[in-house]
């Protein structure tokens, strides 16, 4: 499986629970029914970060870090090579647009990135 990571900051004007709530409720409107299909999507999944000082436990010694993302969208797809079949389709490339045009409401995409990864898992 191939996992796409959408690593996401709000737009400046929107709040953490402002983002969330239109990311979780708002957004998968703008999907057509038939996009994960189309898409080859196998799974998705939003990671809420959550604001808690248990966090500072996490990062430890850690100094100089970038600032948090806001949330994570992953999705699965089978393969490299789905990824590739499925996504440059046009009608793929239509709901892709969709996508995008939706996210303009939420993200800011100057400070957010996308990685495109195998898993290693190193624990079952």
Do not use: C
């Not at 983002?19 to 299909?37: G, I, L, M």
């Not at 699965?76 to 996508?99: G, H, N, P, Q």
């Amino acid at each position: 499986m191939v996992r796409i990571s959408y690593l996401m900051r709000r737009l400046p004007h929107l709040s953490l629970a402002d983002f969330q709530s239109y990311w979780s409720d708002k957004h998968p409107q703008a999907a057509p029914a038939d996009s994960f299909s189309t898409l080859g999507v196998k799974r998705y999944v939003q990671v809420l970060p959550l604001e808690t000082e248990a966090r500072n436990l996490v990062i430890g010694p850690r100094t100089g870090l970038i600032e948090p993302f806001d949330g994570i969208a992953e999705l699965w797809v089978e393969s490299i090579e789905a990824l590739e079949r499925d996504w440059s389709t046009d009608k793929a490339k239509e709901y892709l647009e969709i996508f995008f045009k939706d996210e303009q409401n939420f993200i800011d995409w100057t400070r957010s990135t996308i990685i495109v990864s195998n898993e290693n898992i190193v624990m079952p």
